[in-house]
């Protein structure tokens, strides 16, 4: 049965495992000069309907890297545009590709695309999740503390797509994660309760952003508003002024605490100039894992290696 990778409740605490192991054997070939054609003659396609710059190329490369080809298609250069219905496109889509990413706005539309195709249908961002950033982030965070477990992971900023599948993973990995989060920007309240329905990782919402940041291990940070909440843009950076990670609130924190950031960046609003080019800043060595994960996620998605889910 194809595997698709929509939200990461997708995912059981070994896929992640095998997924983090299998990235960093990728990596270490990478790094070796190893060239790779594990996926000669497959296709990966793209659809996206938003930017990006991290997520398309490092899929794009990814593929490249492991002797497969990848196609790139703008969203409104596509017939959905035009009203052609999902069910359709990915009908036709699953007899030309072997594996699609979807970076798009409604979730409901992913899973659409994933009802229909007959290829694994990767989520590249919606407005809900970002699943594939938080496997990366979550090996390096592997990388520099030697686990995520014990550690005190605290989301600074808005309840959003990311912020969502850091809740995901707590859950499914039994994680620690503190988000702070200003009033009337927690996250998502039945995503909030289906990860606490499973039973697992201990995750709290608060807006005190001092109690969150206390003793954390990992300070992660994204943008006050995402892409298609442009319009909310002035009115957000009046309530998040204070959830900004600067150096007053890296004093709260672990001595040894790593600074994340999913980019872009915007200085100066989410995060500061200092702090982002600082030395707790792991955000390059963070982006180009996404490289290594996106390898990983496509060789097990297109292969079919076994995952539990
Ligand atoms: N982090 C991330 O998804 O970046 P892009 O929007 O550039 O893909
Ligand atoms: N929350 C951000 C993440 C960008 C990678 C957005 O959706 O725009």
Not at 176 to 205: H, W
Not at 214 to 235: C, F, H, L, N, R
Not at 247 to 266: F, G, T
Request: aromatic fraction near 6%; charge should be negative.
């Amino acid at each position: 049965m194809k595997k698709d990778i929509l939200t990461l409740l997708d995912l059981a605490g070994d896929d992640f495992e095998k997924l983090f192991k299998r990235a960093l054997e990728l990596k270490e070939r990478h790094k070796k000069g190893i060239a790779d054609t594990f996926l000669a003659g497959k296709t990966l396609g793209l659809i996206f309907d938003k930017a990006s710059t991290r997520t398309r190329l490092s899929f794009e490369a990814a593929m490249i890297q492991l002797g497969g080809t990848s196609i790139f298609i703008s969203a409104g250069d596509t017939q959905i545009a035009r009203n052609e219905p999902v069910r359709d496109t990915a009908r036709v889509l699953s007899r030309y590709l072997d594996v699609l990413a979807i970076r798009t706005y409604s979730q409901d539309l992913l899973e659409e695309f994933a009802e229909f195709a007959d290829i694994p249908v990767i989520n590249a961002l919606t407005d809900l999740y970002h699943p594939c950033q938080v496997l990366g982030d979550l090996l390096t965070v592997m990388e520099c503390k030697g686990s995520c477990e014990n550690l005190k992971i605290t989301w600074v900023g808005d309840g959003n797509n990311v912020a969502h599948s850091w809740i995901n993973a707590a859950a499914v990995l039994n994680l620690n994660l503190v988000l702070a989060c200003p009033e009337g920007y927690f996250p998502d309240q039945s995503i909030m309760k289906r990860a606490l329905g499973k039973g697992c990782g201990k995750i709290t919402v608060t807006s005190d952003i001092a109690e969150a940041a206390k003793d954390a291990d990992v300070i992660y940070t994204d943008v006050w508003a995402s892409m298609g909440q442009e319009d909310e843009q002035s009115a957000r950076k009046h309530v998040f002024e204070p959830f900004q990670v600067n150096k007053e609130l890296l004093k709260m924190a672990s001595r040894d605490v790593i600074v994340m950031h999913c980019l872009p960046a915007h200085r100066g609003e989410e995060i500061s100039e200092d702090v982002l080019e600082g030395p707790h800043s792991i955000v390059w060595d963070q982006a180009e894992n996404k490289l290594h994960m996106h390898k990983a996620v496509l060789e097990v998605l297109i292969k079919g290696v076994d995952l539990v889910r």
